[in-house]
């Protein structure tokens, strides 16, 4: 599982030849990244002095930041396994017409999938930008960088 790799071993899986992990993976690391700055900077809030009025709220956005971040680690290797699919039904066999019908409807079909896992990352990452706005906005301000590069990363 890529999730279960070296930051580095990752990186050089992504650097390397083969299509797996791409931009969809690379996207939820983002994703998860982005999600953990969010709950970081939101920990980094709760019961400090000035931020008294916005604890609950950090509370909930740090909640909703480790959740999303969860789905986007699962996100990883998903998207990984979805393109597999699509490469794998590339391999079906293809001497009969008969082969080939259900070779081409396998190939679709593994495309709309594989077409999905990305698009609902993108959903995920759209929605914690906002969660991430309120954070920056109202989390504690020496980590508002750290808000500025989770919101890059999304």
Do not use: W
Request: with cysteine; aromatic share 6%.
């Amino acid at each position: 599982m890529l999730v279960d790799l070296k930051v580095t071993d990752f990186l050089n899986k992504v650097a390397g030849s083969d299509p797996v992990p791409g931009g969809g993976s690379v996207a939820a690391l983002n994703g998860a990244i982005a999600s953990a700055l969010a709950a970081m900077v939101a920990g980094l809030t709760i019961g400090k002095k000035g931020y008294e009025d916005t604890g609950e709220i950090m509370k909930h956005i740090q909640t909703l930041a480790l959740t999303q971040k969860t789905g986007f680690v699962v996100d990883i290797d998903r998207d990984s396994e979805a393109y597999n699919k699509v490469f794998d039904c590339f391999k079906l066999p293809k001497s009969t017409d008969e082969e080939k019908k259900i070779r081409s409807a396998a190939i679709q079909e593994a495309t709309k999938f594989a077409a999905l896992v990305p698009m609902q990352v993108a959903r995920n990452a759209y929605e914690l930008m906002g969660i991430i706005a309120d954070v920056a906005k109202m989390g504690n301000r020496n980590a508002v960088t750290d808000a500025c590069v989770a919101m890059i990363s999304a």
